[in-house]
């Protein structure tokens, strides 16, 4: 009631204004003098905060509806713009109007920029700048002139590239309904990229089982071929047949042997294992494994193998524990490390020349992703981290399985049921855990499954 008898206290004011502009005569100066210096004869209540307006062409009838709007738009907003005189009140811009302007003032900025300046731009500090720029804009970097698809095969650029900081590993992955092309996913930018390796074989299904210094190593179905590829610059190679013919699935870990080289090791369950040097170009078997270790190996073929210095490691079973092979001296090694109980889908890792293991815990029909360290004095599994409960509780009741790929500092879990498919990320360094987008085809909606893959840090100078 009280603001109803405002607005009509108002309204009487607006005409008794309206009455006295028409009673002045227009030919009187003074008339008109003191026209355009009206002031209210009443005041406004004290409750109501009103900002100056000039309100034209006001008739008798329009006077209720234009005070009324008046005063629901200054109790909606507190900074009420003035209308000027012969202006309708403005109005809301469509977004693409806005966005053109947007993008006319960006491309203005762009005019501005004088081509004679940067024509002079010093070509070592060009070569710097590119080298620091995030990895994903390569993608675009190389299709832009000959010039610059070139500088990645100089040598300077190529030293530019180790003074920058390793970069967050990325993930080459294989899905189970596009085996013959690979999906690598940038947790930087939290995107999938869907690459194409042409000399990669068509007619062979090859799956990524290691990497090292930006190579990942491939290995065909068959456990007959390996190859060797960057998948961000196509460079590939496939390496010479083995001397040992070998039927049976094997491990393989992969390392850095120099400044561009790279060691590849596999490992059979009957104990027979070769090495490749690529400074070599070839395989070579440095001696026998050692009698102290237990034949058969009963190796976790889905653990991948972690490298510590010039150390591989791999898992094993039946005894429970970890074979290590040194590079150096030949010498392998077994411990026997119980693992931890009501535990599955384990596979090694490694952070900071630390070992660790990840794992399902189940119990009852609750299942947990745990992570554990290696305690080297007592040589047994320490909990150190799990999956916030939260997400854990998604899995309750169902029969989960999990996939890890990568295995140093950055970890991708694929987890999944007959419900549910899942990817998550964990950072050892943070103790992070991150979901992943689900990957999808670039012209296609449905979310594809994870099989196989591994991390590998993306250098653009690596070659096979």
Not at 2 to 28: D, F, Y
Not at 71 to 100: D, F, Q, V, W, Y
Not at 115 to 140: G, N, S
């Given at each position: 009631m009280e603001v109803l008898a405002m607005l009509r206290q108002l309204i009487g004011q607006v005409k008794q204004l309206l009455q006295q502009q028409n009673t002045h005569s227009p030919s009187s100066s003074s008339s008109s003098s003191s026209s355009s210096n009206?002031?209210?004869p009443l005041q406004s209540p004290p409750l109501l905060h009103l900002p100056r307006c000039y309100v034209l062409n006001l008739d008798d009838s329009s006077a209720?509806?234009?005070?009324?709007?008046?005063?629901?738009?200054?109790?909606?907003?507190e900074n009420l713009k003035m209308l000027e005189p012969g202006k309708p009140p403005p109005k809301k811009k469509a977004r693409k109007e806005r966005n053109r302007g947007k993008v006319t003032g960006t491309s203005c900025s762009i005019e501005n920029l004088d081509p004679q300046i940067w024509k002079e731009f010093p070509e070592d500090l060009f070569e710097a700048v590119i080298a620091r720029l995030p990895i994903a804009?390569?993608?675009?970097?190389?299709?832009?002139c000959r010039k610059w698809n070139s500088m990645l095969m100089s040598q300077s650029f190529s030293e530019q590239c180790t003074q920058v900081p390793q970069p967050q590993p990325w993930f080459y992955t294989i899905t189970h309904e596009n085996v013959n092309t690979g999906a690598m996913y940038d947790p930087m930018l939290k995107k999938w990229h869907h690459p194409t390796i042409p000399a990669l074989p068509t007619k062979l299904i090859v799956l990524p089982v290691a990497s090292a210094g930006g190579l990942v190593?491939?290995?065909?179905?068959?456990?007959?071929?390996?190859?060797?590829?960057?998948?961000?610059?196509?460079?590939?190679?496939?390496?010479?047949?083995?001397?040992?013919?070998?039927?049976s699935r094997v491990a393989v870990g992969m390392t850095l042997s120099g400044k561009s080289a790279y060691s590849i090791?596999?490992?059979?369950?009957?104990?027979?294992?070769?090495?490749?040097?690529?400074?070599?170009?070839?395989?070579?078997?440095?001696?026998?494994?050692?009698?102290?270790v237990k034949l058969p190996l009963a190796l976790n073929f889905k653990s991948q193998t972690i490298t510590i210095g010039n150390k591989f490691y791999f898992m094993r079973?039946?005894?429970?524990?970890?074979?290590?092979?040194?590079?150096?001296?030949?010498?392998?090694?077994?411990?026997?490390?119980?693992?931890?109980?009501?535990?599955?889908?384990?596979t090694l890792?490694?952070?900071?020349?630390?070992?660790?293991l990840v794992g399902l815990l189940t119990k009852n029909a609750a299942t947990c992703v745990c992570i554990w360290e290696l305690q080297k004095m007592t040589l047994l599994w320490k909990e150190v981290d799990r999956m916030p409960n939260i997400w854990c509780l998604e899995f309750y009741g169902k029969h989960v399985r999990m996939t890890c790929l990568g295995n140093k500092g950055l970890l991708m879990l694929s987890l999944r049921s007959r419900q549910m498919n899942r990817l998550v990320t964990y950072d050892f360094s943070t103790g992070e855990w991150m979901k992943v987008p689900g990957c999808v085809l670039p012209r296609g909606?449905?979310?594809?499954?994870?099989?196989?893959?591994?991390a590998f840090h993306p250098r653009l100078t690596a070659l096979a």
């Amino acid at each position: 009631m009280e603001v109803l008898a405002m607005l009509r206290q108002l309204i009487g004011q607006v005409k008794q204004l309206l009455q006295q502009q028409n009673t002045h005569s227009p030919s009187s100066s003074s008339s008109s003098s003191s026209s355009s210096n009206f002031s209210f004869p009443l005041q406004s209540p004290p409750l109501l905060h009103l900002p100056r307006c000039y309100v034209l062409n006001l008739d008798d009838s329009s006077a209720e509806d234009s005070c009324y709007n008046i005063i629901m738009t200054a109790g909606k907003s507190e900074n009420l713009k003035m209308l000027e005189p012969g202006k309708p009140p403005p109005k809301k811009k469509a977004r693409k109007e806005r966005n053109r302007g947007k993008v006319t003032g960006t491309s203005c900025s762009i005019e501005n920029l004088d081509p004679q300046i940067w024509k002079e731009f010093p070509e070592d500090l060009f070569e710097a700048v590119i080298a620091r720029l995030p990895i994903a804009t390569f993608f675009r970097f190389r299709s832009v002139c000959r010039k610059w698809n070139s500088m990645l095969m100089s040598q300077s650029f190529s030293e530019q590239c180790t003074q920058v900081p390793q970069p967050q590993p990325w993930f080459y992955t294989i899905t189970h309904e596009n085996v013959n092309t690979g999906a690598m996913y940038d947790p930087m930018l939290k995107k999938w990229h869907h690459p194409t390796i042409p000399a990669l074989p068509t007619k062979l299904i090859v799956l990524p089982v290691a990497s090292a210094g930006g190579l990942v190593c491939f290995l065909d179905i068959g456990h007959r071929s390996f190859y060797v590829c960057n998948p961000l610059t196509r460079s590939f190679k496939e390496l010479p047949a083995r001397s040992v013919k070998v039927w049976s699935r094997v491990a393989v870990g992969m390392t850095l042997s120099g400044k561009s080289a790279y060691s590849i090791l596999w490992v059979g369950c009957d104990g027979e294992f070769e090495v490749y040097d690529s400074r070599k170009n070839s395989w070579t078997r440095p001696g026998f494994m050692s009698s102290n270790v237990k034949l058969p190996l009963a190796l976790n073929f889905k653990s991948q193998t972690i490298t510590i210095g010039n150390k591989f490691y791999f898992m094993r079973s039946e005894p429970d524990g970890i074979v290590s092979y040194d590079m150096v001296t030949g010498i392998w090694k077994q411990f026997i490390i119980p693992a931890p109980l009501h535990l599955s889908d384990h596979t090694l890792a490694e952070c900071g020349g630390r070992i660790m293991l990840v794992g399902l815990l189940t119990k009852n029909a609750a299942t947990c992703v745990c992570i554990w360290e290696l305690q080297k004095m007592t040589l047994l599994w320490k909990e150190v981290d799990r999956m916030p409960n939260i997400w854990c509780l998604e899995f309750y009741g169902k029969h989960v399985r999990m996939t890890c790929l990568g295995n140093k500092g950055l970890l991708m879990l694929s987890l999944r049921s007959r419900q549910m498919n899942r990817l998550v990320t964990y950072d050892f360094s943070t103790g992070e855990w991150m979901k992943v987008p689900g990957c999808v085809l670039p012209r296609g909606r449905k979310r594809q499954w994870i099989a196989c893959g591994t991390a590998f840090h993306p250098r653009l100078t690596a070659l096979a």
